[in-house]
């Protein structure tokens, strides 16, 4: 069957074309299992493979390396990448402000810092910044890493912005087509 698989990680709701990867269990969910262990799918499977805000949630070192190189075996070569993450710069940044914000206002903040928390996977383990996030990308054996502004394929997180300002770290990579 030549007909292509797209992964979406994390995703919190059914997409057309699109096998939603989720550690909890839902309605839209396809693959029930953690990012990090994808031992149920073969290597070279999927030809897409997004993530929006599920980077953070992971640990420095194994569990971010691991997810990375997980993703990574099962991108068929050519595979493109999308991920996003809370930006840590920018969010230190507003953090320094934060005097000049409203109590709901450093509410959110805060959620965006550390998570809701309404569950056990949704704490941030991890602070990302664009060097970062982009030699986590590089280690995993990505390449054509690029920054922008947003994936404008779904209505999630990579388009995020808190009181106007974009908080998101987006970025595609592609897998070597050897």
């Known amino acids: 069957d030549d007909k292509p698989r797209r992964l979406l990680v994390g995703g919190d709701k059914a997409e057309a074309g699109w096998e ?7 309605d839209h969910v396809d693959h ?29 070192g194994f569990r971010l390396e691991e997810a990375l190189r997980q993703w990574f075996r099962v991108s ?8 996003s ?8 940044k507003i953090y320094m402000q934060r005097a000049s914000l409203s109590m709901e206002e450093n509410q959110e903040l805060a959620y ?10 949704d704490f941030h383990n991890v602070g990302l910044t664009p060097e970062f996030l982009q030699v986590y990308i590089r280690s995993a054996g990505y390449e054509k ?30 897998k070597p087509l050897s």
Do not use: M, W
């Open 20 to 26: 939603i990867l989720d550690i909890r269990q839902g």
């Open 112 to 121: 965006l810092i550390y998570g809701r928390q309404e569950h056990e996977h």
């Open 145 to 174: 890493i690029t920054r922008v502004k947003e994936f404008g394929l779904f209505n999630d997180s990579s388009s995020r912005t808190f009181k106007d300002v974009p908080i998101s770290l987006n970025f595609t990579a592609q």
């Open 85 to 92: 993450v809370p930006n840590l710069e920018v969010l230190a």
């Open 32 to 60: 029930v299992c953690d990012t990090v262990d994808l031992s149920s799918f073969e290597d070279n499977t999927f030809t897409d493979i997004y993530s929006s805000f599920v980077l953070q949630t992971c640990c420095f």
């Open 76 to 83: 068929k070569p050519g595979a493109n990448l999308f991920v």
